[in-house]
């Protein structure tokens, strides 16, 4: 994978003769098919058309330079019309707006990311918007099947957001938040599915705490503090230490031990956990299918197709639609509406995608911390490189096990577990995991004050650093916009005349423009077009100031 940026002004070198062709002025996209067209190396002016290298003709993307066959590789827009078209667009995705199709803010983009095999375009960095990572202000957004570029912004499905979501910690809270968030979106009556999966989803987590009982004594104690006891415990001699839904403390934890009681004490922490976790997402779930009980049973089919039935759902004759385990297909959901079984069916899928959920977090939570594998579903903290200087993946990107894979083949997977962590602790983290992570929202307010602060600066300060590369492309423009036509009349605000059509733009010319507030009216009625003129016979009739004096006056009169 390759950063944009990364490659411009880098050498273009002839694999025939090592030659330096030239250097890489910009990188031209296809919009329409999302990937690299060409790599510009001239952006020619008016008495010449732009130069570029297509995609299709670069050998590979060295660290040090373009390799291309030969010189015989580099192309004209007179020559190709798909690269004239391309250019002749004008589309520039630097600065524009990201947004998913019901409207969500993915930030601006600072850059692009391709394949360097198929110029695919992988992703893009963006800065700012809702998953702007808390170390820079940058975030990866995944660059779907097709992209709608506008003027002022380019939408993407609102999959885009969905994979951009990072798997959420191990441990009951995780679990449970997690599947609370994943049906939001279902919709009718599934009280009867969501009882089912919270059945299904509180063995899954009871048997990650189950290994508490096996731990040794110190660790027990250190898990029960803090924690709320789900049972009473009573002593040998028939007193209570702690009771049902108290806070259990260390004086606790040291007499439960004197009285070798540790053991049930941390049972009953881990029921308490529970409790509170499950009551806590069942009444957030409830809150949210209050909302959709009316829903259209075509929104219903929309919601079960490819979801997995938690349960087998029956007609009243006992024909069998779905089978427990199964994935749902539109027909079963279209047999289901019409016995009159959609609602069940919904419930089905429902407590299904709770449990898958719930297990996959608590597969999460029982991996080794230090397996590669746990890299999958993480954000990268830092860039991972190959080590011909590659890209394998980028910061603010969701680890996905083609990215694992293809660490593996190159070997860089430690390098991309590590660029997950952030610096943090396995071993705290994996405490954590085992701890259930019930105290977890403790201080939890605080923290996201002090959060968004920092991020409102580090936003502030991405912002500034993108109005800066606008502001230089801004310049660039102006610089290969001097010396060339205009293509309509360009008015100052008083509606004097700066330029009239066809006359050539000057450095006054600019800065009156600048002065007015048009010069971006000006920059964009530049003539792109190859004129087929004499030079000598368009010469101005007054020599330049840094004319070589050899050179004869054009007004002198000629000898007979």
Not at 349 to 359: C, E, K, L, N, W
């Amino acid at each position: 994978m390759i950063k944009g940026k990364d490659i411009l002004g880098r050498p273009i070198v002839a694999v025939s003769n090592g030659e330096k062709i030239d250097t890489v002025h910009d990188v031209v996209f296809d919009h329409n098919a999302n990937q690299v067209l060409a790599l510009l190396v001239d952006e020619g002016g008016w008495f010449s058309s732009a130069k570029a290298v297509p995609f299709g003709s670069i050998r590979s993307f060295g660290e040090d330079a373009v390799m291309i066959g030969s010189a015989d590789d580099i192309t004209t827009s007179r020559e190709d019309g798909q690269l004239k078209e391309a250019l002749e667009a004008k589309h520039s995705l630097i600065g524009m707006k990201l947004l998913t199709s019901d409207g969500q803010d993915l930030g601006r983009i600072a850059d692009v990311y391709f394949d360097d095999t198929t110029g695919r375009v992988e992703g893009y960095e963006a800065t700012g918007g809702l998953f702007s990572d808390l170390s820079s202000g940058r975030t990866f957004v995944p660059a779907p099947e097709q992209v709608q570029i506008g003027e002022d912004a380019a939408i993407v499905p609102v999959t885009v957001a969905a994979a951009m979501q990072e798997q959420e910690p191990g441990g009951i809270k995780g679990a449970l938040q997690s599947a609370s968030a994943s049906v939001k979106d279902a919709y009718g009556n599934v009280a009867e599915g969501v009882q089912g999966a919270y059945v299904s989803a509180a063995d899954s987590v009871k048997e990650t705490y189950g290994n508490i009982a096996e731990a040794t004594k110190e660790r027990q104690k250190e898990y029960v503090v803090g924690r709320t006891a789900g049972s009473d415990l009573t002593l040998e001699d028939g007193s209570v230490l702690v009771a049902k839904g108290e806070t259990i403390t260390a004086l606790h934890a040291d007499r439960a031990e004197a009285d070798g009681k540790l053991t049930a004490l941390a049972t009953s922490a881990t029921g308490g956990t529970i409790a509170d976790a499950y009551g806590s997402a069942a009444h957030s779930v409830q809150e949210r299918y209050e909302d959709v009980k009316g829903a259209t049973a075509e929104r219903q089919k929309a919601y079960v197709v490819g979801k997995t039935a938690s349960r087998d759902i029956t007609t009243d004759g006992g024909e069998v639609i779905v089978p427990q385990g199964a994935v749902i297909t539109t027909f079963q959901a279209d047999r289901a509406e019409a016995t009159g079984k959609l609602a069940a069916l919904t419930a089905a899928a429902t407590a299904g995608a709770i449990s898958s959920g719930a297990q996959a977090l608590t597969t999460r939570a029982d991996m080794d911390p230090d397996d590669p594998q746990a890299a999958v579903g993480r954000r990268l903290q830092s860039d991972v490189r190959a080590p011909g200087g590659s890209l394998v993946g980028a910061q603010g990107q969701i680890v996905t096990p083609a990215i694992l894979e293809r660490a593996r083949h190159l070997g860089v997977e430690r390098q991309l577990l590590a660029a997950t962590r952030s610096g943090t602790s396995t071993a705290g983290a994996s405490a954590a995991v085992a701890g259930g992570l019930a105290t977890v929202s403790e201080g939890a307010s605080g923290l996201l004050d002090r959060a968004k602060s920092w991020l409102g600066d580090k936003r502030d300060q991405a912002e500034s650093a993108l109005d800066e590369r606008q502001q230089e492309a801004q310049e660039q423009r102006v610089r290969d916009a001097l010396g060339r036509p205009v293509t309509r009349v360009i008015l100052a605000p008083d509606d004097s005349i700066i330029l009239n059509v066809g006359e050539i733009i000057t450095h006054r010319a600019v800065q009156a423009a600048r002065d007015g507030d048009v010069l971006d009216i000006l920059l964009a009625s530049v003539s792109t077009e190859v004129p087929h003129l004499d030079p000598l016979a368009s010469r101005p009739t007054e020599t330049g100031t840094a004319a070589l004096d050899s050179q004869p006056d054009p007004t002198a009169p000629r000898e007979a």
